[in-house]
């Protein structure tokens, strides 16, 4: 029996299927983690848009989300190599650098600042109201941006820490406030914190901007990632949350969608 070229062909792809794939079919899937700043929420939109509509899979971009105990933890664990990239603010890539610990902003997803502070009483500067109330926070801890703004706060009150009981409550800063066992509320998102807020407060309440105090805008929703992430990662980390937010943009109503039923699943 004559054996064609097409016969041979056929008898290697069986025996060794590894060399009858496409140059395409072939492309390395490269893993990669992101170390999410609090458990997954709206703010990480791009995140979810890449994910479900397969632009990190065109990039060859594996991802896995994991959530951290706050931005900080979660910077630090791209420092140190322990994640690929981490979701957070643009003042705490720019602290970490100041310490000497390499960060870099690879995409930003939310350029405006979105954190406001709540009051149960109308702040006024150089007034001491607030001497004997309850301030809580939401950060990672103190070296934190939260903390500098908090500081800067509390002096344009003429009070210190010392007039005021601090706390961390991090999963409780909206039920702590609408029932009244929080006088000052920081970290809290307008975007969708604040509408919760206003759906159940039963009393007034006044909101604030952290430029009220002085704190420069900066991007409030940032992707960094340690020294160790090759540059071609980073790049394609950074083409597949473009084409991302370009789809949020254009398909607004369509987005939504998409991020309503990943959460539920």
């Not at 190599?81 to 003042?91: K, N, Y």
């Not at 939260?146 to 706390?167: A, E, G, R, W």
């Not at 975007?191 to 009393?203: A, E, G, N, R």
Request: aromatic content about 10%; overall charge neutral.
């Amino acid at each position: 029996m004559t054996f064609s070229i097409i016969h041979w062909v056929l008898i290697l792809a069986v025996w060794f299927p590894a060399f009858a794939g496409t140059a395409k079919e072939a492309t390395v899937i490269t893993p990669v983690t992101i170390a999410l700043e609090w458990f997954l929420n709206p703010h990480h939109a791009p995140l979810i848009i890449a994910q479900t509509k397969g632009y990190f899979a065109d990039e060859g971009l594996a991802v896995s989300f994991y959530p951290a105990n706050g931005s900080q933890e979660g910077c630090r664990q791209a420092i140190q190599g322990s994640v690929d990239f981490a979701v957070t603010h643009e003042p705490q890539v720019l602290i970490f650098n100041a310490k000497g610990m390499p960060l870099e902003t690879v995409a930003v997803m939310i350029p405006e600042t979105i954190e406001v502070i709540l009051s149960t009483t109308p702040l006024e500067k150089g007034k001491t109201s607030l001497r004997g109330k309850t301030i809580a926070h939401g950060s990672s801890g103190a070296g934190s941006l939260t903390f500098s703004v908090m500081q800067q706060f509390l002096k344009s009150q003429n009070i210190t820490t010392d007039d005021v009981t601090v706390i961390m409550a991090k999963n409780c800063l909206v039920t702590g406030f609408i029932a009244g066992t929080i006088d000052v509320v920081f970290n809290i998102y307008r975007t969708y914190q604040m509408h919760d807020i206003k759906k159940h407060m039963k009393q007034p309440f006044y909101a604030y901007e952290l430029k009220d105090f002085g704190v420069p805008p900066f991007a409030s929703m940032v992707i960094a990632c340690g020294a160790r992430v090759a540059a071609d990662v980073k790049n394609k980390m950074k083409r597949a949350l473009q084409r991302a937010m370009d789809y949020i943009h254009a398909n607004p109503e369509e987005a939504f969608d998409v991020i309503r039923q990943f959460r539920a699943e």
